[in-house]
């Protein structure tokens, strides 16, 4: 019983630092993604306000903005938890 018990534990341990992996990998595919569309709705934006006939264009850069928020929130909201600790029986 005992072994089975130290068994779930160490697989337990096991699957806490590969999901841990995985959310640092999340954070920064959301990091990721957030610095290309915020660089693509800037450059929208401000390209289509250069344009003199045709500043309409600047309306497709906010879109891109509005990804590049909810990435940015996403990425604030995902982070990779330490593993829990273990109490310590006192020396008796």
């Known amino acids: 019983m005992v072994a089975a018990v130290v068994a779930t534990l160490r697989q337990s ?3 806490q630092s590969v999901s ?3 959310l640092r990998s999340a954070r920064g595919l959301w990091l990721g993604l ?9 450059f929208v934006v401000v390209w289509g306000l250069r344009l003199p006939e045709f500043r309409e264009v600047s309306v497709l850069g ?13 990425a604030q909201n995902v982070r990779a938890e330490p593993p829990p600790t273990t109490p310590s029986k006192p020396a008796a």
């Open 34 to 42: 957030t610095l290309v569309a915020a660089f693509v709705g800037l």
């Open 13 to 15: 341990a096991r699957f």
């Open 20 to 22: 841990g992996g995985l």
């Open 62 to 74: 906010l879109p891109f903005l509005g990804l590049a928020f909810l990435s940015g929130r996403l």
